[in-house]
T-cell receptor, first 113, second 111 residues
Framework: GAGVSQSPSNKVTEKGKDVELRCDPI?????LYWYRQSLGQGLEFLIY????????KSGLPSDRFSAERTGGSVSTLTIQRTQQEDSAVYLC???????????FGPGTRLTVT | EDQVTQSPEALRLQEGESSSLNCSYT??????LFWYRQDPGKGPEFLFT???AGEEKEKERLKATLTKKESFLHITAPKPEDSATYLC????????????FGQGTILTVHP
């Protein structure tokens, strides 16, 4: 079946601009996660959604980052007023529930110039 | 605070030379230890979940084992296509959805 998809695959933006990254989870998966992977760094948790529960936003690095999940499916991660340190690969994952194995998408490579 | 340490950071093997990767962890109420493989430019690919000490799982040339404080990924007679970064992530019982990933072990298998 179809895996997790993310768009765009690459995004180059100027410092100070806002960007939106999209994630389509695996059909039927109720949990959705966002991670960030910077060059030479490990995966850093950002936020996760489980069904209709309030999202766990504890990993968001600043209030410039936000995410929403519409209709329990597609999710959008928004970064406002981008900074160069936001340059990274943003990975989305989904799982059946929040205590099951997570399946990752291919990621969006964000470059802030 | 949950902590994960993977060693070695990088491992170079000759084709057919077996070895092991280590994942040491400290979490509150382990609810599962997850292993992933990541190829350059791709998202992590799920390999195994281990739930209790003594548990083992195998897939082709890979075998994962778990103790109370460590997990090992054993690679038997590796091939060049096994070259990748291997990541481990223990799941905490106090934060179900949040996985804390180790820095990974970069495995290179030379023909």
């Amino acid at each position: 079946g179809a895996g997790v998809s993310q768009s765009p695959s690459n995004k180059v933006t100027e410092k100070g601009k806002d960007v939106e990254l999209r994630c389509d989870p695996i059909s039927g998966h109720t949990a959705l996660y966002w991670y960030r992977q910077s060059l030479g760094q490990g995966l850093e948790f950002l936020i996760y959604f489980q069904g209709n529960s309030a999202p766990d936003k504890s990993g968001l690095p600043s209030d410039r980052f936000s995410a929403e999940r519409t209709g329990g499916s597609v999710s959008t991660l928004t970064i406002q007023r981008t900074q160069q340190e936001d340059s990274a690969v943003y990975l989305c994952a989904s799982s059946l529930r929040d205590r099951h194995e997570q399946y990752f998408g291919p990621g969006t490579r964000l470059t802030v110039t | 605070e949950d902590q994960v340490t993977q060693s070695p950071e990088a491992l170079r093997l000759q084709e057919g030379e077996s070895s092991s990767l280590n994942c040491s962890y400290t979490v509150s109420g382990l609810r599962g230890l997850f292993w992933y493989r990541q190829d350059p430019g791709k998202g992590p690919e799920f390999l195994f979940t281990l739930y209790s000490a003594g548990e083992e799982k195998e897939k082709e040339r890979l075998k994962a084992t778990l103790t109370k404080k460590e997990s090992f990924l054993h690679i038997t007679a590796p091939k060049p296509e096994d070259s990748a970064t291997y990541l481990c992530a223990p799941g905490s019982g106090t934060s179900y959805g949040k996985l804390t990933f180790g820095q990974g072990t970069i495995l290179t298998v030379h023909p």
